[in-house]
């Protein structure tokens, strides 16, 4: 028996269920941590697709610094009146539900289509190693690979910036 | 998992005993840790309580469990008693991928009518070929643990202990993932059983192309790396909130930090989660500087062909070499943690201000130039 198919339905399940939670939560702080657990599981799908360097990224960037600051943020605020606008009435809740329902077949529609149009192919990279991955990096996809860190470098000193010039514990003091 | 009944269930139970290990280990360092610290301070620590007061563990486990759960009134139930757990998992689950000892090998024997093998086993919960980037993925987490313990016990002191354990372990993050770059630059590998493999013999290594053969010096990765062990071993006692670095429970400003509201059981996971990162980064510095099980001077086959003329050859000789070599393991693991301890004792609490200033302006700027400079003498070295 391949457990396979076994497996990703689990994890497929886990993730649209943990996704659900980050819209439908009442508090900010749960959405934030089901968005973590998203990532989790979302990693777990990458990894039964061996790509392992990938899945790892996903937790180490994703999960282990970019959501812990979300959290961070959201435990620094007084959440009693956030609670208000997350919860709202069951019509709010309702085209929610309606606003997800229409995204997912507005995206995964053409996704399934591409996806069989590039199915056999899909499967050739199955199995991607990292070092592979390096190589591809580093060879052809050098020029996008290295633009996407020079933009990082810029966005981030731009927020440094801002940050410095509306005050805060870093700002120039005259 | 194996491909017959006999195979998966050593491997499950595999799991769950290098797991128990783990946990078991974390009695002995608390008593390592009194009676260590005591000595250090000129006191005798806690030596009433059976031989050396190694009692004491037992006294304190019947405490730990029997001792009143209690949970604050404004507290988030759930977060608040899912933290200890949450603290506990990623070190456990990180612990698995490290290789302990050599591969046992199982020869073919009879049982139940039926006969089995021969097997392989490896002497560690999971053998991954990225073991190291997993490692640093599931550690990662760890700061969730102490985020929601702090968020949940609704107390300021908490609060501010936890914020302050996730700011210190995302900026070491960087840190500790930069400082061993040099390391897997010059193993040119993922995989912890195939680096290990590679420190093997005397220190050997070719520069601008010339052999160099040091007989008396094992070909440990220390040798190659100094600083990026040194700056690595720093960065994992930022990583497992250990002195210098336990600004999150600094009990001077903040009671007890993150776990200032637990008390009993959940307070004993947090430790175990501690002492789990602990038990990681020593580990880790083990499989990539000091040669993992492997002892200097003997090979594999010396010390088997050794037990085998006291026990004969076969499957007992083989769990015995593994033994020996895991013994191995043990001591250099035991020295780091040891040196974890000693650091905790001797040295004073950074401020915080100076502890990111440490993070971002010493260790990041040293560990970018370790691994730029590996790269150009590998370059250079090895005429790639």
């Not at chain 2, 050593?10 to 390592?32: D, E, G, R, S, T």
């Not at chain 2, 059981?265 to 947090?270: H, R, Y």
Request: net charge neutral; aromatic share 14%.
């Amino acid at each position: 028996m391949d457990i396979y198919p076994i497996v990703f339905h689990f994890f497929a399940a886990l993730v649209t269920i943990s996704a659900l939670g980050v819209v439908l939560m009442p508090s900010p702080i749960y959405s934030a941590l089901c968005l973590a657990l998203t990532m989790l599981f979302l990693s777990g799908l990458f990894f039964i697709l061996d790509a392992q360097f990938l899945a790892a990224v996903q937790l180490m960037v994703y999960a282990g610094a970019v959501v812990v600051l979300f959290v961070m943020v959201l435990m620094l605020f007084d959440l009693r009146n956030e609670n208000q606008p997350f919860s709202g009435n069951w019509r709010v809740n309702l085209s929610k539900l309606g606003v997800i329902a229409l995204g997912f077949i507005l995206i995964a529609l053409p996704c399934t289509y591409l996806m069989k149009a590039s199915n056999s192919e899909w499967l050739q990279s199955r199995g991607l190693e990292t070092k592979k991955l390096a190589e591809l990096l580093f060879s052809k996809h050098i020029f996008a690979f290295e633009v996407v860190g020079a933009l990082l470098t810029v966005v981030l000193i731009g927020a440094i910036a801002l940050a410095k010039a509306k005050g805060g514990t870093h700002a120039r003091t005259e | 998992m194996g491909k017959d009944i006999f195979e998966v269930g050593i491997n499950l139970a595999k799991v769950a005993v290098i797991f128990l290990m783990m946990i078991q280990a974390v009695p002995l360092l608390v008593w390592l840790e009194r009676r260590g610290s005591a000595f250090i301070q000129n006191r005798l620590g806690p030596n009433r309580v059976g031989p050396l007061g190694l009692l004491q563990l037992l006294a304190d486990a019947v405490k730990f469990i029997f001792k009143e759960q209690f949970i604050p009134g404004n507290a988030a139930k759930f977060l608040f008693l899912a933290a200890p757990v949450v603290a506990l998992i990623p070190a456990a689950l990180a612990f698995t991928a490290i290789p302990l000892s050599i591969p046992i090998q199982v020869e073919a024997f009879e049982m139940l009518g039926k006969s089995w093998g021969p097997y392989t086993f490896q002497f560690q919960g999971v053998k991954m070929d990225s073991g190291i980037i997993y490692i640093l993925a599931v550690s990662s987490l760890g700061a969730y643990g102490l985020l929601l313990a702090g968020w949940a016990s609704a107390n300021k002191y908490s609060l501010m202990g936890a914020l302050r354990a996730s700011a210190q372990m995302i900026s070491y993050e960087l840190g500790l993932g930069l400082s061993i770059v040099g390391i897997l630059m010059i193993y040119g590998t993922f995989d912890l059983n195939a680096m290990i493999d590679m420190q093997k013999g005397p220190l050997q290594f070719s520069f601008l192309g010339s052999e160099y053969v040091i007989p008396f010096l094992p070909n440990w990765g220390i040798f190659y790396q100094p600083l990026g062990a040194l700056l690595f071993f720093i960065c994992n006692f930022a990583e497992s909130n250990r002195l210098p670095f336990d600004l999150p429970e600094s009990e001077g400003e903040l009671v007890a930090g993150f776990h200032t509201e637990y008390g009993g059981f959940k307070m004993l996971m947090f430790f175990m989660g501690e002492y789990g990162h602990m038990m990681v980064g020593a580990g880790l510095v083990t499989t990539f500087y000091l040669g993992g099980y492997l002892i200097p001077g003997l090979t594999e086959d010396t010390v088997r062909t050794l037990i085998a003329t006291e026990v004969g050859a076969g499957t007992v000789a083989n769990l015995l070499t593994a033994l020996v070599f895991h013994v191995s393991f043990i001591v250099k693991l035991a020295l780091l943690l040891w040196i974890f301890i000693w650091v905790r004792w001797t040295l004073p609490r950074f401020r915080y201000d100076t502890l990111m200033n440490l993070g971002w302006k010493t260790l990041l700027p040293w560990t970018l130039a370790n691994a730029a400079i590996t790269a150009i003498v590998l370059y250079f070295a090895r005429g790639i």
